[in-house]
């Protein structure tokens, strides 16, 4: 199911903004790759170029090319709607639909995409909360609001609703900063466990976090408040950290920044 | 002053700021604007308890099952008995109307302001002349009805007509609070449900609108309450009658605000006790309203839970 994702010449902007600059990078499928950096270097950004939710956001346009596998999805005759299918998000804010019940939060890409037939959407609903390993918690109370979970638990909720339509990649913006470090190991270990099947991309401001899940780690830099953001680079997550190339990853990661 | 100056007596050196005796001045200023808030509600509602009280009080006389069965067919403003089945009626058939129509047009407007004009200037320009129509006082609602409706087309008074004219008041009230309402659902589940591949018209029927539903329902109940009140567009466009009619599309109908106004400028104590009468009915249905409008909106969303 996976896909490879090759970014080329990649500029983002937000109406008058540079916001991202000429930023090439190759994602591999079935595996993680996380984003790191210092706030507003623009790799949340990126990362929304990736499903093409950066233009939802009123004046913002992008430049370049993000080929999945072989398409460009910023082709012109590619539809955003069915990009957003393909490749799913995890929000940084733990987001239930809050007039929907458990079932119906997770059901809802389908739902909301023409699936009607009650069987099939039993199944992937549990397939899905299963992947999402909350099923065991909620599976006596799927009818009621998803809003009632925990923070963890809802944060699941999103990946189980994320994976329920059955993209090939996912995206996950900062998808612990909400939470406990308890929420934030079943979220690690779900991703470790998701991998197997999905790119997955995720974006954390919590180095021993890029350090533990992902495989290929990319650091982002901004030269000063104003300035676009940049890819500094990518590399194994082993590679980034304990021998970087570049002089200001080695800050970042040691806490020497500045 | 009351607010007595903890700086005047600072505690002992080396103690350090107290912790007790620099809240004094704060107490007595919080107790003055609690006393303020508590007097300005109860302020505003004596108005509100003394109409509720007196229309009550002076309603309750003629509120039998003659009022509810009869109209005023026959009867002059001396005679006693009679009802308002003619007036109730009325209302009922042109408010629905107003609201089959207002409705529908106000929350289409409201949802293109919120979610789709963004700041165009299309928007911009329905925007303005929304707050333009807010501004129309009742009477010249009905004076362009009576203009274009009844002298240009040339068509009879009717209850249509009154409707009309309420529609004109009904829909700058619903697409304002109906903008509120959406404006007030988060944008986080927009996004959640474009990242799930939705299309937007989707997200807008199934993720936005349910969210806001409640609070659209008491927007709409509002404005309901309103034109159910008008008068001075209905004396201009349903006329008057004193007999039942059942069609609202011909000829002259009754309503509740044109019954009472006509029974209260009759000296008689039988016309003036039918005009009481009628102004309880017209809450009491207003209360219904309200009641069983939230009661749909509540099992409209079973998983809501809040």
């Known amino acids: 199911m996976a896909k490879r994702i090759e970014v080329s010449g990649l500029h983002a902007y937000y109406g008058g903004v540079h916001a991202i600059e000429d930023i090439s990078m190759t994602i591999e499928p079935r595996s993680v790759t996380a984003f790191i950096g210092p706030s507003g270097c623009g790799k949340s950004t990126f990362l929304r170029t990736l499903n093409r939710m950066h233009e939802v956001i009123p004046g913002a346009r992008v430049e370049g090319k993000v080929m999945l596998d072989d398409e460009d999805l910023y082709g012109a005759s590619v539809d955003p709607v069915a990009v957003r299918?393909?490749?799913?998000?995890?929000?940084?804010?733990?987001?239930?639909?809050?007039?929907?019940?458990?079932?119906?939060?997770?059901?809802?890409?389908?739902?909301?995409?023409?699936?009607?037939?009650?069987?099939?959407?039993?199944?992937?609903?549990?397939?899905?909360?299963?992947?999402?390993?909350?099923?065991?918690?909620?599976?006596?109370?799927?009818?009621?609001?998803?809003?009632?979970?925990?923070?963890?638990?809802?944060?699941?909720?999103?990946?189980?609703?994320?994976?329920?339509?059955?993209?090939?990649?996912?995206?996950?913006?900062?998808?612990?900063?909400?939470?406990?470090?308890?929420?934030?190991?079943?979220?690690?270990?779900?991703?470790?466990?998701?991998?197997s099947q999905y790119t997955i991309v995720i974006v954390t401001h919590n180095m021993q976090q890029a350090a533990r899940v992902s495989d290929r780690t990319a650091f982002f830099n901004i030269a000063g408040t104003g300035q676009p953001g940049k890819l500094i680079e990518i590399d194994d997550t082993s590679n980034i950290f304990t021998n970087p190339e570049m002089k200001a990853t080695e800050d970042y990661i040691t806490g020497r920044f500045g | 002053m009351t607010t007595v100056s903890v700086r005047k007596n600072p505690a002992p050196e080396g103690t350090g700021p107290s912790l007790t005796s620099v809240a004094t001045g704060r107490k007595v200023k919080d107790r003055a604007v609690q006393v303020l808030v508590y007097g300005a509600f109860a302020l505003a509602v004596i108005p509100l308890i003394s109409v509720l009280w007196t229309v009550v009080v002076n309603g309750i006389e003629r509120l039998d099952a003659d009022f509810f069965a009869f109209s005023m067919n026959g009867l002059s403003g001396m005679d006693a008995g009679g009802g308002a089945y003619h007036a109730i009626i009325g209302t009922l058939e042109q408010v629905a109307i107003t609201s089959v129509i207002a409705v529908p047009i106000a929350v289409l407007t409201a949802i293109y302001l919120v979610e789709y004009g963004g700041n165009s200037r299309l928007a911009r320009t329905i925007s303005f002349f929304v707050d333009v129509m807010t501004g129309i006082p009742s009477i010249v609602a009905g004076l362009f009805v009576l203009a274009l409706w009844l002298l240009t087309f040339g068509f009879e008074y009717s209850g249509f007509a009154g409707a009309l004219a309420l529609t004109i008041l009904m829909i700058p009230t619903v697409v304002r609070a109906?903008?509120?309402?959406?404006?007030?659902?988060?944008?986080?589940?927009?996004?959640?449900?474009?990242?799930?591949?939705?299309?937007?018209?989707?997200?807008?029927?199934?993720?936005?609108?349910?969210?806001?539903?409640?609070?659209?329902?008491?927007?709409?109940?509002?404005?309901?309450?309103?034109?159910?009140?008008?008068?001075?567009?209905?004396?201009?466009?349903?006329?008057?009658?004193?007999?039942?009619?059942?069609?609202?599309?011909?000829?002259?109908?009754?309503?509740?605000?044109?019954?009472?106004?006509?029974?209260?400028?009759?000296?008689?104590?039988?016309?003036?006790?039918?005009?009481?009468?009628?102004?309880?009915?017209?809450?009491?249905?207003?209360?219904?309203?309200?009641?069983?409008?939230?009661?749909?909106?509540?099992?409209?969303?079973?998983?809501?839970?809040h």
């Open chain 2, 178 to 305: 109906t903008e509120e309402m959406l404006k007030l659902v988060p944008n986080d589940l927009r996004e959640a449900s474009y990242a799930l591949g939705v299309p937007r018209w989707r997200t807008v029927v199934f993720v936005v609108l349910p969210t806001a539903l409640s609070g659209i329902v008491t927007g709409v109940m509002l404005a309901v309450a309103r034109v159910m009140g008008e008068t001075a567009p209905l004396l201009l466009t349903i006329f008057f009658t004193k007999a039942i009619n059942t069609n609202p599309f011909e000829g002259p109908q009754g309503s509740l605000p044109t019954f009472i106004w006509e029974q209260a400028a009759d000296p008689n104590q039988n016309s003036i006790d039918r005009a009481w009468a009628g102004a309880l009915v017209l809450i009491l249905i207003i209360m219904l309203l309200n009641l069983g409008a939230r009661l749909i909106a509540r099992l409209w969303r079973p998983a809501g839970g």
């Open chain 1, 85 to 195: 299918r393909v490749v799913g998000m995890v929000f940084q804010r733990p987001n239930p639909f809050p007039t929907m019940s458990i079932y119906d939060n997770v059901a809802a890409g389908l739902k909301l995409n023409g699936v009607r037939k009650k069987a099939r959407l039993d199944e992937i609903v549990e397939e899905s909360l299963q992947g999402a390993n909350l099923w065991n918690e909620v599976k006596d109370r799927l009818s009621k609001p998803g809003a009632g979970l925990s923070g963890g638990q809802q944060q699941r909720l999103c990946i189980a609703r994320a994976i329920a339509v059955q993209p090939q990649v996912l995206l996950m913006d900062e998808p612990c900063s909400a939470l406990d470090p308890i929420s934030t190991l079943a979220i690690e270990d779900l991703i470790a466990k998701l991998k």
